[in-house]
């Protein structure tokens, strides 16, 4: 078993910064790629990231690319979105999740946080 948990959401104004953090306990964190999600109101849940094992590999989604930084602390079992440049609709609930394989796809994550609140205002 992977616990997570997610911090570090909140409301912010367009144009602005938040730093999410998902701090990993339970089995081998380096075992897992780790993954971050968000889901809006009335919209199916979407990958926005992910890293690889040792953080080598990184998947951005296209409407994130150049705003968001994905990024791991393997040393500290902690994972990181970097976010900037947000905009309102960036507004979702980020989950965090590991997988035994690098993949994008949701269903090949086995593990998930309970999520954290983005609220990014125009």
């Known amino acids: 078993q992977v616990q997570l948990v997610e911090s570090g959401g909140g409301l912010v104004q367009a144009g602005g910064s938040l730093r999410l953090s998902c701090a990993a306990s339970?089995?081998?964190?380096?075992?897992?790629?780790m993954g971050w999600f968000r889901q809006a109101p009335g919209k199916e849940r979407e990958i926005v990231a992910a890293?690889?094992?040792?953080?080598?590999?990184?998947y951005y989604t296209n409407s994130v690319k150049g705003r968001f930084t994905i990024s791991r602390d393997n040393a500290q079992n902690t994972v990181y979105l970097q976010m900037n440049s947000l905009k309102p609709e960036d507004t979702a609930v980020y989950y965090c999740?590991?997988?035994?394989?690098?993949?994008?796809?949701?269903?090949?994550?086995?593990?998930w946080g309970q999520g954290t609140q983005v609220t990014v205002s125009s």
């Open positions: 999740a590991a997988s035994r394989g690098y993949t994008v796809l949701e269903r090949a994550y086995d593990y």
């Open positions: 339970g089995r081998t964190f380096t075992s897992y790629t």
């Open positions: 890293i690889s094992r040792n953080g080598g590999t990184t």
